[in-house]
Nanobody, 117 residues
Framework: QVQLVESGGGLVQPGGSLKLSCAAS????????ISWYRQAPGSEREDIATVGTTGSATAYAHSVRGRFSASRDDDKKTVTLEMNSLKPEDTGVYYCNLPRVIGVLEWGQGTQVTVSS
């Protein structure tokens, strides 16, 4: 059974940092790139970061480039998203999943990030 479990969200002030984690199970994790997605209130879910197999390649949306960093641990089947210099517009529910071009799996519950003073 495929499972994606996101954690680490919370309330943080602008300029602060958070580290999100995604624990995966039920599929051959190391064979797939993994993406982080964000769904802001009233908006569609957008992909913001992707880490390739082996973790050697990463890609970021313009809105988070230079502030967010994605990495993976294939032994633990986890992906992390380190978020720095957070802005109010980073507020939303964050999810991990396969890249859309591959075909997403069943979504997890996500983790809420709120950036507010």
């Amino acid at each position: 059974q495929v499972q994606l479990v996101e954690s680490g969200g919370g309330l943080v002030q602008p300029g602060g940092s958070l580290k999100l984690s995604c624990a995966a199970s039920g599929f051959p994790f190391s064979r797939y790139a993994i993406s982080w997605y964000r769904q802001a209130p009233g908006s569609e879910r957008e992909d913001i970061a992707t880490v390739g197999t082996t973790g050697s390649a990463t890609a970021y949306a313009h809105s988070v480039r230079g502030r967010f960093s994605a990495s993976r641990d294939d032994d633990k089947k986890t992906v992390t998203l380190e978020m720095n210099s957070l802005k109010p517009e980073d507020t939303g529910v964050y999810y991990c999943n396969l890249p859309r071009v591959i075909g997403v799996l069943e979504w997890g519950q996500g983790t809420q990030v709120t950036v507010s003073s």
